[in-house]
């Protein structure tokens, strides 16, 4: 391979033109406000002041809704997909069949076109501007179901028998067995669930109009709605706001990677 | 004796299954598959969510027949679909198949560098994305400036805005699709390549003829999955421009969202609505049949 040197540098210049505009972003939001549209590689003088118009009590209630409804729908959706799948995969009972194939055929509903009637149906369920309007619809996803139910398919069969012959039963197995050794397909669902939910926009907009249950994203895009902007306001939010992300992100490179490759989904 | 406790055993069985599955297939019912049959059923009345429904038949079907603002829309959905799908999958293949071939410790680098995009979420890419493509004093102009190119109005102009969307939906996507390409790619066995080298096959013609097949349920995903996500682009389109200059940006899915949630043509809406699932529909079962034909070749 004599080219690889040629590769690397091409590859290279590719990854510095994608990781600009982030780059950009923190940039900005240390330069001093007069200076915001200075194009420039680097602050002329290091400034809080930026920051300093971000910490408000707003954004901090929109980050901590966002953490808490990515969290909980996350967690939640771990406990009822696992068993769901698992159900499915390793559990025998009358009508599995028209079960699973109603479950799978969810998947052709592209989100956007339900919205409107979705929003009817929480609206009638009287969960509209709460947490639950925010969470329970979040909750439910064929395809978690389905990789569950692929894992468990493959899952040692030696394992079950043992704790049966032990006289362990199905629920106490299925806790105290069964999900432990689940984490090589919590792991990457627990990713795609949180970035899921964390990035979500357009549900958190329709479904909750009361400042109160805002999430970051509504918080961040109503501030570039109006007619004149507050761009180093702006800035400085999408700075922070991008931080909690970008933590788990470089924490869990591996694991995404890895992630992506075993699910599929974002 | 024994018998019957074989069926307690196994009745308990049906009974543990059937708990461990209601709570999902009552959610996945309730949220997903009641919402699309009230969409249907929606979509023959007039309700504009405050006085009573009136059932109009067909109405709104022929309106959205005759609605050649609901047609421009789809077409530019199309021209986003059209642009955007093939230059994802070639650009992300293209990576991937050069980050395949380099051994160097910069390849981990390279993949963090691509994927970093992705760890951001739309709306803020969105928001930076609009402060770099500001028309007076943008980065992106400041650039074409240095480069000699004259000022671009990028966001603001009817020509450039699909394309500036289209750009930034590549941004956060590249490198997702690209790794995704790159297991693929790294999960076939390094001899077939080696073997077709000793045979004296090019690099190209490696790749024509043993990468390139062998990824084909990859490549298959990969396109459906952009596909209809790009029938979908909606968040980046409302918060970067509202479908605007001049409704230049104004895709299905937002004339879609338009009608419904500004206008409160909730019956139209979901007509336009269904029209829209119906036609994913018959696009994804096109697909999947070309999925399982390539499976029946048994690859």
């Known amino acids: 391979m004599k080219k690889e040197p040629v590769k690397i540098i091409l590859l290279v210049v590719f990854s510095i033109i994608l990781l600009f505009p982030i780059y950009i972003l923190f940039m900005s939001a240390f330069k001093e406000p007069g200076e915001l549209f200075v194009v420039s590689l680097w602050p002329r003088k290091i400034s809080f002041d930026n920051l300093k118009l971000v910490l408000n009590p707003k954004f901090l209630n929109s980050i901590k809704n966002s953490l808490f409804v990515s969290a909980t729908v996350t967690a939640v959706a771990m406990i009822l997909h696992s068993m769901c799948g698992y159900a499915l995969a390793r559990l025998d009972f009358p009508g599995k ?3 699973f194939t ?5 998947l052709m509903i592209p989100t956007t076109t ?3 009637p979705l929003f009817m149906v929480c609206k009638s369920l009287g969960i509209e501007n709460s947490y639950a309007g925010l969470i329970i619809p979040a909750l439910f996803n064929a395809y978690g179901i389905f990789l569950f139910r692929q894992f468990y398919l493959d899952f040692p069969k030696e394992l079950e028998e043992a704790a049966e012959v032990e006289g362990c039963g199905k629920v106490r197995l299925f806790v105290q067995i069964v999900l432990p050794l689940s984490r090589p397909m919590i792991v990457p669902l627990t990713i795609a669930f949180f970035l899921g939910t964390w990035n979500n926009y357009l549900w958190p907009l329709i479904i909750n109009k009361k400042e109160e249950y805002q999430t970051i994203q509504v918080y ?22 991008a931080i909690p992300v970008f933590l788990l992100f470089l924490l869990l490179q591996k694991q995404l990677k890895e992630g992506i490759k075993v699910t599929g989904i974002k | 004796m024994k018998k019957s406790n074989i069926s307690k055993r196994r009745r308990k069985e049906h009974l543990i299954a ?6 999902d297939f009552l959610g996945l019912f309730i949220f997903v598959i009641i919402p699309i049959i009230y969409a249907f059923y929606i979509s023959f009345f007039k309700w504009d969510f405050i006085n009573e429904k009136i059932f109009v038949g067909a109405a709104n079907y022929i309106r959205m027949w005759k609605d050649m603002n609901w047609w421009n829309a789809m077409l530019r959905t199309l021209k986003l679909t059209v642009l955007y799908v093939p230059l994802l999958f070639c650009l992300s293949l293209f990576f991937a198949a050069l980050i395949s071939t380099i051994r160097s410790k910069a390849g981990s680098f390279i993949k963090t560098s691509f994927l970093m995009p992705f760890a951001i979420t739309s709306v803020i890419a969105s928001t930076l994305w609009m402060f770099l493509y500001n028309e007076k004093r943008g980065y992106l102009n400041a650039a074409f400036k240095a480069l000699g190119l004259s000022n671009q109005k990028f966001l603001g102009s009817g020509k450039q805005a699909l394309v500036c969307i289209i750009v930034v939906l590549l941004w956060i996507n590249l490198g997702y699709n690209m790794i995704l390409f ?13 073997a077709a080298i000793l045979d004296g096959a090019g690099r190209w013609q490696v790749f024509r003829y043993i990468t390139f097949p062998l990824i084909r349920q990859t490549s298959i995903f990969i396109l459906v999955t952009t596909t209809i996500a790009s029938f979908q682009v909606l968040d980046l389109i ?4 509202k479908g605007g200059p001049a409704k230049a940006t104004e895709v299905g899915a937002l004339y879609i969202y338009d009608r ?16 829209l699932f119906f036609s994913l529909l018959v696009f994804s079962f096109v697909q999947m049949r070309l999925t399982s034909e390539e499976q029946g070749e048994g690859v």
């Not at chain 1, 109603?102 to 969810?106: F, G, K, L």
Request: glycine content about 4%.
């Open chain 2, 182 to 194: 790159l297991s693929a790619i790294k999960d076939i066995p390094e001899s077939y390549r080696e």
């Open chain 1, 114 to 116: 339900i919205l409107v």
């Open chain 1, 97 to 99: 069949k028209l079960i």
């Open chain 2, 18 to 23: 059937y708990a461990f599955i209601l709570p």
């Open chain 1, 220 to 241: 961040l895009a109503n501030m570039v709605s109006g007619y004149s902007t507050p761009w180093n306001e702006v800035i400085a939010t999408a700075a922070m706001s």
């Open chain 2, 238 to 241: 409302m918060v970067m421009t």
């Open chain 1, 102 to 106: 109603t479950i799978i055929s969810t």
């Open chain 2, 260 to 275: 419904s949630f500004n206008m409160m043509e909730m019956g139209y809406g979901s007509a336009l609505s269904v029209f």
